[in-house]
């Protein structure tokens, strides 16, 4: 991992931090510098990450939050902002995915896709664009997906419609904050060797299928998807408003 500390005496909040890419950008923030509130509704796993990060030397909470009830929403960010004092980073990344077809989806994963994935996102991103306007700059990142590009290869129009939701959040929203110092921006991961691509591509059959459609010829990374998100919570992206940067290996570009 090469890190500048980019972030240093800046405070995060990273929702879904407890794996997978979540925990990975709890990582890379902590390494470059930022005190950490790891939010996750498993709050022994957050608890975890957070305990690994103080090991390194680094300083990070955990937060139990249930990203359905706006309530919670709420009193995490504003638990994150009275921690240091002040929130500078925002990491919209927990998210939920359910394959189901058009034909087969149900309105309980309608309901649920749309609350983590986009109502979620909507309101912690409200209450922290308030509290960052007021103190005049900060940063948002809000993790999408390829799938807000194209359709998933295995069918979920909900999840798609999520996460092309959250990017059009992203667009629009920057465009409101921007004069207000506050960038917000996206990271757009394609297919990366988490638990959940493990459960979706769950044979070799696939796993190849998946592979061979990369033109990198290989699965991203947890890492890789830190990696961009440190850079949007940078000063090195103070003139990107409103971008999604896309992680793929040239997923898209098919």
Known sequence: MNTTHRLDGLTA?????ARG???????RLVAEGAKVMVADRLGDAAESVAAGARAGGGD???????????????????????????LDILVNNAGVAIARSVLEATEDEWN?????????PFFALQVA????????????????????????????????LTKGGLRQLTISAAVELAPHGVNVNGVAPGTIGTELTTAVLD????????????PRGAFGQPAD???????????????????VLVVDGGWLAI
């Open 13 to 17: 909040l990273v929702t879904g931090g």
């Open 21 to 27: 890419i979540g925990a990975a950008i709890v990582e």
């Open 60 to 86: 990070a909470i955990a937060y139990a939050v249930d990203l359905t009830d706006r309530a919670e929403i709420t009193s995490m960010v504003e638990s994150a902002i009275a921690w240091n004092g002040a």
């Open 112 to 120: 649920t896709q749309l609350d983590v994935n986009l109502r979620a």
């Open 129 to 160: 664009a308030r509290h960052m306007v007021e103190r005049g700059g900060g940063k948002i990142v809000n993790t999408i997906s390829t799938s807000g590009f194209a359709s998933s290869s295995t069918p979920a129009p909900i999840y798609d």
């Open 203 to 214: 044979t070799p059959e696939k796993l190849a299928r998946a592979t061979a459609r990369i």
């Open 225 to 243: 998807i830190a990696a961009a998100v440190a850079y949007l919570s940078s000063s090195d992206a103070d003139y990107v408003h409103g971008h």
